[in-house]
């Protein structure tokens, strides 16, 4: 089993909350970290995709919350939503803390009337796929080495190859097809969407035409970085406004899709307020497009938007287990000026990022984030454009050029 990182914060939670929610997409590995981690803790596990556990739930919450033995892990809590408030009342008897793990394959408190139930009892904790550093077996510090007053060390070589970034993008994170071939891969993801629609899907909502929600996905995959634009959607798709905004809502419930909002303040510019579009896995973004490594790398705007993809992902990760206090936003002008990730970090400090695929670069490429820095002026903590080179280069007071791969090196 890979080591997962936020299990420090899980831990920790457990010491304070009387319950967790690790929430993730299916088969990241949120049954198997909380099994191996706190079975041996004197935890109890019952699962809710055994049918016998999921009937007596429903039937009758009440008694099966009352009759539990705790501390207890509930796995795939958001099939059986009549829980919650059960919960609440033991927990409102009884707040010692780490009495109960919930996990979630889709969010739960996205069920009406569910989403205070437990409002200042439980701990909200995401578990995203594998990050390269999981995967590598390094803890990255990329995030407090941004937000830290330590000098970046420039000229630095940072190994960071076309193949290899290719390769990470193709394998993805999740832990399954990891070792797969590319065929067993494609067949993972074809049995992989359609276990998600048939059983998470309808879990949270009684859906009609189910069919256009993976036709949604997957023009939701050429579309990655880009602004999300409901009514250009509506009429690729031929859906209505209502039924396309239902449909998004279950996927970034399923954990299958993530909408990175804009950043703004009070500046005087006219700033979009339109979330980005990403994918949570760049392995299942490269399997909905039907795109190999031969024809990716011919195609280069969609290079471009796999990599920003990933990145973003990355660095999606990395926030779910640092204890910094970091928000992440894209920042977008009506004028077209625009940084792909603002990073918002304590006392609003602010780190700019840009994100290029190519291996080369100029100083015109920094035009973005020079802007930026005049703009926010003091709260501009440093300005990094992540790069398909090697090598760590300055490019001006707070500017500079760093290798992809530096997300997860740590030798900044």
């Not at 009609?208 to 996905?217: A, G, R, Y």
């Amino acid at each position: 089993m890979l080591k997962r990182h936020i299990k420090k914060i899980l831990f920790e939670a457990l010491e304070y909350m009387p319950v967790v929610l690790l929430r993730g997409a299916r088969q990241t590995g949120k049954t198997t970290l909380v099994k191996s981690l706190l079975l041996e803790d004197g935890y109890k596990y019952i699962s809710f995709d055994h049918i016998p556990s999921l009937m007596s739930a429903k039937n009758d919450p009440v008694g099966f919350i009352s009759n539990l033995e705790k501390p207890i892990i509930l796995d795939e809590i958001q099939r059986v939503p009549e829980l919650f408030l059960p919960i609440k009342t033991d927990v409102d008897e009884n707040r010692k803390p780490g009495r109960y793990i919930l996990t979630g394959s889709a969010d739960p408190l996205l069920v009406p009337k569910l989403g205070d139930s437990l409002a200042g009892r439980m701990r909200l904790l995401n578990l995203w796929p594998l990050s390269q550093g999981e995967i590598l077996g390094i803890e990255e510090n990329f995030l407090e080495r941004a937000f830290s007053s330590a000098p970046i060390l420039t000229r630095t070589n940072i190994p960071c190859s076309k193949k290899d970034l290719l390769e990470r993008c193709f394998n993805g994170g999740y832990p399954a097809p990891l070792n797969m071939t590319k065929e067993q891969r494609q067949n993972w993801f074809n049995d992989y969407i359609s276990l998600v629609l048939q059983k998470d899907l309808l879990d949270l909502s009684q859906i009609e035409n189910i069919t256009n929600v993976p036709n949604l996905l997957t023009l939701l995959a050429s579309r990655v970085g880009g602004l999300l634009n409901t009514e250009e959607l509506s009429r690729s798709l031929k859906l209505s406004s209502m039924t396309l905004a239902r449909y998004m809502d279950l996927l970034k419930a399923l954990f299958l899709i993530y909408l990175l909002p804009p950043w703004s303040s009070n500046l005087g510019k006219r700033i979009t307020k339109s979330s980005k579009i990403y994918l949570t896995d760049t392995a299942l973004q490269l399997y909905l497009l039907n795109m190999d490594m031969d024809h990716i790398i011919k195609d280069l705007n969609l290079w471009g938007k796999v990599i920003e993809n990933f990145v973003i992902l990355e660095l999606l990760k990395q926030l779910s287990w640092t204890r910094l206090n970091i928000k992440m936003y894209h920042y977008r002008e009506y004028s077209g000026s625009e940084i792909d990730v603002i990073l918002e970090g304590p006392g609003k400090d602010l780190v700019a990022i840009e994100i290029k695929s190519s291996e080369s670069i100029s100083s015109d490429d920094f035009k973005g984030l020079r802007a930026f820095q005049g703009l926010v002026k003091e709260k501009f903590l440093r300005g990094f454009l992540l790069y398909g080179g090697n090598t760590v280069l300055p490019f001006g007071d707070k500017l500079t050029a760093l290798p992809i791969s530096s997300l997860w090196s740590n030798q900044l």
